[in-house]
């Protein structure tokens, strides 16, 4: 198959579907300019991860408060979603997509429109309190006062995304678990899903019977096992190459581009 037939299989795979759920993450908000934590360049290579080791978060939230702030909300909280964001946003309103399960903390699928979103990860545009759990949009904290305390009872806030040595939300766990034995078709969008729980997701679907349509820019493990249709490509030129077999509109941005 030429690469203008995949997209073509993939569309009508798209369109025949009747539980779509979509897996998405880093390689989709690259575009969008939001970096990646692991790997070459990755922000685990500048930042010592081990300030976002929960144990030390406990005992000194300050410190690490003073990188979240440098890391996330002085630059990375601007970022936007792109066309591959608001084509899958538009794809649910058209119920050509059921459900998006995201392992990045961007909060650019909500951002873009999407209303099914499972976060397995968080939100950094979430805080949390450490004592009470009552939850805040960020652009209520005081940021320049650390570390952000809450208004309830005073505890300590900490984004509302996973640290390390801490537990994934269970509920969003479970049910992204859920979503992947019932799905009849996975779009996976850069990721190679390579940690827990997230390698768990396209093993499920397939074991329950579902096709797996991938989109990244390199092959991967799952390429090699899983994948029924590999779509080569960045997440937002193949999403758009797609919009354009499904649901083009005005809506959508495509003609921009
Ligand atoms: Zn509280
Ligand atoms: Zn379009």
Same mark, same amino acid.
């Given at each position: 198959m030429n690469s203008d037939e995949k997209i073509a299989r993939a569309a009508q795979w798209i369109r025949e579907a009747k539980h779509t759920v979509v897996f998405t993450g880093a390689g989709i908000s690259a575009n969008s300019g939001i970096p990646t934590?692991?790997?070459?360049?990755?922000i685990w290579k500048e930042i010592d991860p081990n300030y976002f080791n929960i144990e030390f978060f406990q005992k000194k939230p300050l410190i690490t408060w003073k990188i979240i702030k440098k890391v996330f909300?002085?630059?990375?909280?601007?970022a936007q979603p792109n066309l591959a964001h608001f084509i899958l946003a538009i794809m649910e309103q058209q119920h050509k997509v059921q459900t998006v399960i995201t392992q990045?903390?961007?909060?650019l699928h909500q951002d873009a429109g999407?209303?099914?979103? /499972?976060? /397995?990860?968080?939100?950094?545009?979430r805080l949390v309190c450490t004592k009470c759990n009552t939850e805040y949009d960020?652009? !209520?904290?005081?940021?320049? !006062?650390?570390?952000p305390t809450c208004f309830v009872c005073r505890g300590t806030l900490k984004p509302d995304f996973v640290f390390f040595n801490e537990k994934l939300p269970s509920i969003t766990k479970q049910k992204a678990i859920e979503e992947a034995e019932k799905t009849d078709l996975l779009l996976i969008i850069?990721?190679?899903?390579?940690?827990f729980p997230a390698n768990t997701i396209p093993r499920r679907a397939k074991e329950n019977g579902a096709k797996i349509l991938e989109i990244n820019l390199i092959p991967t493990e799952i390429t090699h096992? /899983?994948?029924?249709l590999f779509l080569q490509g960045d997440a937002e030129k193949t999403m758009k190459l797609l919009c354009q077999q499904l649901t083009c509109s005005e809506q959508c941005g495509c003609e921009e581009i």
């Open positions: 934590f692991r790997g070459e360049g990755g909300y002085d630059k990375m909280i601007q990045n903390i961007d909060h999407s209303r099914n979103v /499972l976060e /397995l990860h968080g939100s950094y545009k960020y652009r !209520f904290a005081d940021l320049n !006062f650390l570390p850069g990721t190679r899903a390579e940690v096992h /899983l994948t029924d």
